[in-house]
């Protein structure tokens, strides 16, 4: 088997363990805090190790990084938190459906991170991802936790909207296992206080649980990306990335029993099917930019 087809099932293997994560949110007793807390303390240690052995430089080439990891930190764990919380209060499904609206929210704020403007196909993808999230919500009321997931959903897709275009301007010249280092670090110390007796008094499942979220489900993830990256384009990763929700809605299914409602995969397809799009419509717009200035 040569290179690319090996990092192909290797990048399948990684965002289907990427769209396990959402798994963790029911399968651990711990509030969503509290959950991304250890999640990063583990996938921290971990990611340090593999760089340390893997020979790579752990510092950062200046001050300016630093106070940039600190930015991408934050707003990842604000994510990491609106993530599991959002899955809590609806479910795996609807939470990952919810979450992958990022990609077209991406497209409509990046004209106030670079030279881009938006066209009516970034419109009608808007729309559809509207329409989408229409079916996914049962009701126009926070009364219903579903809703109210689903809004928490959209919010976290917001946050990791703008980490991406942020690391994407400023911070790329790093590998995503060094990148991640640096910034589950940041959310370890920005939410320790935060921290509750429920993850001391967790019993010892739990915490393996946790070990396995952070690691497994977090650090390999993140190597794995890097090395096959070395073989395949960065639009195969991104078209394949937007299966995440797909594999987590399956091992939500077949591991906690979920039954999505047809109206709830509907907007999927919709929501998927934008990002999908979207996706395509950027790395060919970035071709085609990065050919002009050629």
């Given amino acids: 088997m040569n290179a690319v087809k090996r990092s192909l099932i290797s990048l399948h293997f990684t965002v289907a363990l990427l769209g396990g994560t959402a798994l963790f949110s029911h399968l651990v007793p711990l509030s969503a805090s509290d959950i991304t807390l250890?999640?990063?303390?583990?996938?921290?240690i971990a990611l340090f190790l593999?760089?340390?052995f893997s020979s790579e430089n752990l510092t950062l080439a200046s001050r300016k990084d630093y106070l940039?990891?600190?930015?991408?930190?934050?707003?990842?764990?604000?994510?990491?938190?609106?993530?599991?919380?959002?899955?809590?209060?609806?479910?795996v499904s609807v939470g990952m459906i919810a979450l992958f609206t990022f990609p077209?929210?991406?497209?409509?704020?990046?004209?106030?991170?670079?030279?881009?403007?938006?066209?009516?196909?970034?419109?009608?993808?808007?729309?559809?991802?509207?329409?989408?999230?229409?079916?996914?919500?049962?009701?126009?009321?926070?009364?219903?936790?579903?809703?109210l997931g689903v809004l928490i959903g959209v919010g976290s897709a917001v946050l990791y909207a703008f980490r991406n275009l942020i690391h994407r301007k400023h911070f790329k010249q790093y590998s995503g296992a060094k990148a991640m280092a640096w910034q589950t670090l940041v959310i370890a110390i920005f939410l320790l206080p935060t921290g509750s007796n429920e993850i001391a008094?967790?019993?010892?499942?739990?915490?393996?649980?946790?070990l396995l979220l952070g690691t497994v489900f977090?650090?390999?993830?993140?190597?794995?990306?890097?090395?096959?990256?070395?073989?395949?384009?960065?639009?195969?990763?991104?078209?394949?990335?937007?299966?995440?929700?797909?594999?987590?809605?399956?091992?939500?299914?077949?591991?906690?029993?979920?039954?999505?409602?047809?109206?709830?995969?509907?907007?999927?397809?919709?929501?998927?099917?934008?990002?999908?799009?979207?996706?395509?419509?950027?790395?060919?717009?970035?071709?085609?930019?990065?050919?002009?200035?050629?």
């Fill in 104 to 147: 077209v929210i991406t497209v409509l704020i990046e004209p106030f991170f670079e030279k881009v403007s938006l066209v009516w196909q970034d419109i009608v993808s808007a729309l559809t991802v509207i329409a989408g999230v229409y079916f996914i919500v049962p009701e126009t009321s926070l009364d219903n936790d579903i809703t």
């Fill in 218 to 294: 977090t650090a390999l993830p993140h190597a794995l990306i890097a090395a096959s990256l070395r073989h395949l384009r960065a639009k195969t990763f991104s078209l394949i990335a937007c299966m995440q929700p797909f594999y987590g809605v399956i091992l939500a299914v077949l591991l906690l029993d979920e039954n999505p409602s047809g109206s709830t995969l509907l907007g999927g397809i919709l929501i998927t099917s934008a990002s999908i799009y979207e996706t395509l419509n950027t790395h060919k717009l970035h071709g085609k930019s990065e050919k002009d200035s050629d």
């Fill in 38 to 44: 250890m999640r990063s303390v583990f996938a921290c």
């Fill in 201 to 210: 008094n967790a019993p010892m499942s739990a915490w393996l649980m946790l």
């Fill in 68 to 91: 940039i990891a600190i930015g991408l930190g934050i707003l990842m764990a604000l994510h990491w938190v609106t993530y599991f919380a959002a899955m809590q209060y609806s479910s």
């Fill in 50 to 52: 593999f760089l340390k």
